[in-house]
C-alpha cells in the first residue's frame, strides 16, 4: 500500500484538479452535478492516498491506527449520508452551518494534537521543540478553527429559529461597548499567540483558544436574520482557511490547496452576498454589520392598511391572459415546497404561448443558491432561470409578475434614500404591469420593513400556503 513520493505528489495534483474542476461546475446550475462528481472523486483520491502516505511514513504505527482511520471514515461517512438523505432544502442552511462548526473543531482538534505530540505528525523529533514557523501556522489554524466552530454553532441557532435561547434568535443581539469588547479579546488572543510563539507553552494556547470560541459567539451574535446568507458563506470561507493554516502545520500539501480553494471561494462568495445587500465586505470580516431594523421598525400598522387581495382563480386568469410573465421566488416557496406544483403551473402557461421566466436574487431564501437548487429539484429548465443584472431590465415591459414568498429583495423601499436597506439591489418587480404576490399574512420580512409593493394600485394580494396557493392555480389555468 506504500507510495514513492512522487507518485502521492501526483496524485495529490490530481486531487487538486478535482477540486477546481468541482469549484467551476459548481458555479453554475446546469453543470452542478458534475461539479459534485469532480468533489467526491478528489476527496477520494485525496484519502486514499494520505491513508497510503501514513503507511510509508510510519508503518511500525500505521497499522494499529488504520481502525481508528476506517471507523471515523464509517461513522462520519455514514452520518453525512444519513443527514444528506433525510434534510429538507429549508433546512439545507442549518446543515451547512453545522458542517462548518465541524471543520472548525477538527481544526482544533489537530492543532491540539499538534501540540501535544509533533513528533507524531513528523513535524519534530521526539523531545525537539515545534519549529516557530509551525508556531505560527497552529496559532492561525486553531484561533480561525475555534472562531468558525462557535460561530457556526451560533449561525445555526439562527438559521434553525426553533431554539428559545436568546443568542439563537434571529434579532441581533447588542449592547454598548460590543466593539470594544471584541477589539480587547482579539488583542488577548494575539497576546496570547505570541506567548505560544515564544514559550511553546500550554498556558497561552490554552487561552487563545478559548479566547477564540468566544469571539466566535460575539462576531455572530450582532447579525440579525436578514443577514444570514452572507454568514453562511463567510464562515464557509474561515472554515477553508482554518484548513489551510492546519495544512501548513502538517506539511500536507493536498489540505493547503483544498483550504484555500474553499477560503478564497468562500470570500469572493462573501462579496457577492455583500454587493447584493448593500454591506460592507470589511464589517461582514469583522462582525460589525448585522444591525438590521427590527420588527418594530417596519411599521406595525401593515395589517390596517387596504390592499388588494384576490382568490388563486383570479391570479391563474391574469396569468392566463398574459404574454409575458416573469416569477420570484422567495424563501416561503421553500418552506411550503411549492417548487413542483410551481413547474406544473408554468408547464401549462407555456403550452399557452406565455413566455416565462424566473428571477433569482442572490440572498433569495437562507443561503446562497438556494432558489436555484430548489428550481433545479423540480426540473426547471435552466435557461428559463435568470439573475438578478440578467432580469431586472425586463421588468417594466412584463405583463405579470408572481411573487411567491419572497418580501426584501423586492422592496421598493431600497430606492428610497431614508429607508434604512437603501441602495440595496432588488429585483425590480413594482415596475411590472400587473404583480401577483402570495403571502401567508401580511408580516414583515427578515428585514423588518413594510413592503410598499404589497400596496401598490397594481399589486393583488393572494394569501395562504404558496403549496395549496399553487395548486389551485394549476387547477384553474384551463
Not at 107 to 122: K, L, S
Not at 206 to 235: E, H, K, N, R, Y
Not at 466 to 471: I, L, N, S, T
Request: hydrophobic letters at 50%.
Amino acid at each position: 500500500m506504500t507510495l514513492s513520493l512522487n507518485t502521492v505528489v501526483l496524485l495529490y495534483l490530481v486531487a487538486s484538479i478535482c477540486f477546481i474542476q468541482a469549484l467551476k461546475g459548481l458555479s453554475h446550475p446546469a453543470s452542478s452535478r458534475q461539479g459534485n462528481v469532480f468533489g467526491m472523486a478528489g476527496m477520494t483520491i485525496a484519502v486514499l492516498t494520505t491513508i497510503a502516505l501514513i503507511f510509508k511514513l510510519a508503518p511500525e504505527t500505521a497499522a494499529g491506527g488504520l481502525g481508528y482511520v476506517l471507523a471515523g471514515l464509517v461513522l462520519g461517512g455514514g452520518a453525512g449520508a444519513v443527514m444528506a438523505k433525510r434534510v429538507e432544502m429549508t433546512k439545507m442552511p442549518e446543515l451547512v452551518a453545522f458542517m462548518h462548526s465541524m471543520i472548525g473543531l477538527a481544526a482544533v482538534c489537530i492543532a491540539v494534537a499538534c501540540v501535544a505530540e509533533p513528533w507524531a505528525f513528523n513535524i519534530v523529533a521526539k523531545g525537539e521543540p515545534i519549529p516557530y514557523g509551525n508556531r505560527i501556522e497552529l496559532f492561525i489554524g486553531t484561533f480561525v478553527g475555534a472562531i468558525t466552530f462557535s460561530g457556526s454553532v451560533i449561525a445555526f441557532g439562527k438559521l434553525s429559529g426553533k431554539y428559545k435561547f436568546r443568542l439563537f434568535q434571529g434579532a441581533p443581539v447588542v449592547f454598548k461597548g460590543q466593539h470594544m469588547l471584541n477589539l480587547a479579546l482579539a488583542l488577548g488572543m494575539l497576546g496570547c499567540g505570541i506567548g505560544f510563539f515564544i514559550t511553546q507553552s500550554w498556558t497561552p494556547f490554552v487561552l487563545m483558544t478559548l479566547i477564540a470560541f468566544a469571539l466566535g459567539v460575539l462576531i455572530i451574535i450582532p447579525i440579525g436574520g436578514a443577514d444570514m446568507p452572507v454568514v453562511v458563506s463567510m464562515l464557509n470561507s474561515y472554515s477553508g482557511w482554518a484548513a489551510a493554516g492546519i495544512g501548513f502545520s502538517l506539511n500536507n500539501s493536498m489540505l493547503i490547496i483544498a483550504g484555500s480553494l474553499v477560503g478564497s471561494s468562500g470570500a469572493i462568495l462573501s462579496y457577492i452576498m455583500c454587493k447584493a445587500m448593500n454591506r460592507s465586505f470589511f464589517n461582514v470580516l469583522l462582525g460589525g454589520f448585522g444591525n438590521a431594523p427590527s420588527a418594530a421598525a417596519g411599521g406595525g400598522s401593515a395589517e390596517q392598511r387596504p390592499v388588494r387581495s384576490g382568490s388563486p382563480d383570479d391570479a391563474a386568469f391574469l396569468l392566463s391572459q398574459a404574454e409575458t410573465v416573469i416569477i420570484v421566488p422567495g424563501y416561503g416557496l421553500a418552506v411550503a415546497r411549492a417548487q413542483h406544483p410551481l413547474k406544473e403551473l408554468t408547464d401549462k402557461l407555456i403550452e399557452r404561448g406565455v413566455t416565462v421566466k424566473y428571477a433569482i436574487h442572490p440572498v433569495a431564501g437562507r443561503m446562497p443558491g438556494h432558489m436555484n437548487v430548489l428550481l433545479a429539484e423540480a426540473e426547471v429548465p435552466y435557461d428559463q432561470v435568470f439573475e438578478m443584472e440578467d432580469v431586472n431590465s425586463e421588468f417594466g415591459d412584463t405583463d405579470v409578475v408572481l411573487v411567491l414568498g419572497a418580501n426584501d429583495v423586492v422592496n421598493p423601499a431600497a430606492k428610497d434614500p431614508k429607508s434604512p436597506i437603501a441602495g440595496m439591489p432588488i429585483l425590480e418587480a413594482y415596475k411590472a404591469r400587473q404583480i401577483i404576490v402570495n403571502k401567508r399574512s401580511m408580516a414583515s420580512g427578515y428585514a423588518g420593513l413594510d413592503n410598499e409593493l404589497f400596496y401598490m394600485d397594481r399589486t393583488m394580494m393572494v394569501f395562504g400556503d404558496a403549496k395549496k396557493v399553487v395548486e389551485d392555480m394549476v387547477k384553474a389555468v384551463e
